[in-house]
């Protein structure tokens, strides 16, 4: 390698691991929104009243807003800052918390759900089958989601969820048939096989909704049992949907059967897409997989997913498993990223 050669790689990156420490240490960062307080709700899941985890401090996210007070992403790099589906609908679902729990700021709360699922609403594109996609226009590190081209746009069945979860609870408001018509059409793209341009990946016997397509199973952990939820409610408000509800039926089961894959023994792992090593999940995706199968277990009463909220919560109260998850997370990110 030549000198000059060596010295733009070497640049490069400089600027990768830069970028990567900025996204992840400066407080109005991406990151920043992600990592906020979070915890199980309970609650009549039936009556769409709350949501199944507590996005309520999303309010409080310092990072840049747009001229309505919605939240943009900073990425950092030539990503910039950015719309992204499910922030706007997590930061919705915490304002539709706060409203439905009442009290002082409950007033400001319902203005906020409502822009956010206005904003849902008119960003949800739908194709000639109907089916309605939130799509991504930029790259995603480390799976190879490439969306910086308009003729490019990727879709997430993480995005699919939460506007699906906002919807249905809009229309509850505001009852209007564009509302169920678009939640109708965001879950037939859910379902629909990846095969076919959807959201539904089936491998070996399992059925998983993937937060993002790509060449072979991402099966995000988070992703997929968000992708549940937003599922779950839209069985509870459409009961007479059969496909939606035998793929929710497979997803559920499907996760319960592959949870012993997302076990590291002493930690969880953040998906099945990466090997050698596998990635781990940070500290907030570990308790957020803790939280999420507490609700798991609420909704469907599988034991395995007690089993295993419990089994993860000893190891978030390790001290050593939790720095040694830590190490082990900071270095699969300066190599893969």
Known sequence: MTQSRFARTMSSEVER???LAIRYLHPKSSVAFWHTPIDAVSYPFRSFQDYYIDFTSKLAYRGPHDADGLPMLNYFGVVGTRYNPVAIGQWGL???STYRRGGSASSEARNKFSRAAAWLSRN???DSNGRGY???RFSADGYGLNGTAETEPWASGLAQSVGISMLIRQHLEDPKAKYR???RAAVKSMIADVSDGGLCRRFDDYVVIEEGV??????????AMFAIFGLNDYCLFEERDDEAAEVLRFTVDSIAKLLPSYDLSSWSRADLYNDNPPMPASWFYHELHIHQLRIMYALFGVPVFLKYAIRWQRNMDSVIDKYSALVRKASFKLRRY
Do not use: H, K, M, N
């Open 181 to 183: 018509d678009q939640v």
């Open 124 to 126: 949800l594109e739908v």
């Open 214 to 223: 790509v060449d072979r199973p991402q099966a995000i952990l988070d992703g």
């Open 134 to 136: 939130w799509f991504y």
């Open 17 to 19: 691991i830069s970028t």
């Open 94 to 96: 915490g304002a539709w």
